[in-house]
């Protein structure tokens, strides 16, 4: 024989969803600044005092009364070089001063606080409620 089974009627079901959000810490690089190093050429005026020697000839004329000599008579000539010092400068460069650029890189341990929700779901018997649901014990507030 055959007996018909009992039909249940389907009620419209209502989904909540529980959810957890997970933390991830990491880093990233920004820009914080830096440094720009120039190079120029200065003029800085700069003076010395030297000491300069300077040679003149000198003409004198004596008056002399003797007999003359054949050496008094001959002809020649006699050249008397007059010389002085000029300054001269003389620039030399060196390098004086070593400037170097670069960077250092050092590490720290920061500490980041922050809070993670996430959703709870509660399940409450009231009254006429399906026995089969196993209700959670929440607590009191």
């Known amino acids: 024989m055959h007996r018909p089974t009992p039909q249940t009627k389907s009620r419209p079901s209502v989904k909540l969803f529980r959810s957890s959000r997970k933390r ?3 880093k990233r690089e920004v820009h914080t600044g830096g440094v720009r190093v120039y190079s120029r050429v200065t003029e800085t005026p700069v003076s010395e005092s030297v000491n300069l020697r300077e040679e003149r000839a000198t003409i004198e004329r004596r008056a002399v009364n003797r007999p003359a ?3 008094d008579l001959r002809e020649g000539s006699v050249e008397i070089r007059e010389t002085q010092e000029q300054p001269v400068v003389a620039k030399t460069a060196r390098v004086v001063e070593e400037v170097v650029v670069g960077k250092e890189a050092s590490t720290r341990t920061e500490t980041v ?7 709870e779901v509660d399940v409450e018997r009231t009254e006429g409620a399906d026995p089969a649901v196993n209700p959670v014990n929440k607590p009191p507030l």
């Open 113 to 119: 606080n922050d809070t993670v929700r996430s959703t």
């Open 24 to 26: 991830w810490v990491g």
């Open 69 to 71: 000599t054949a050496a």
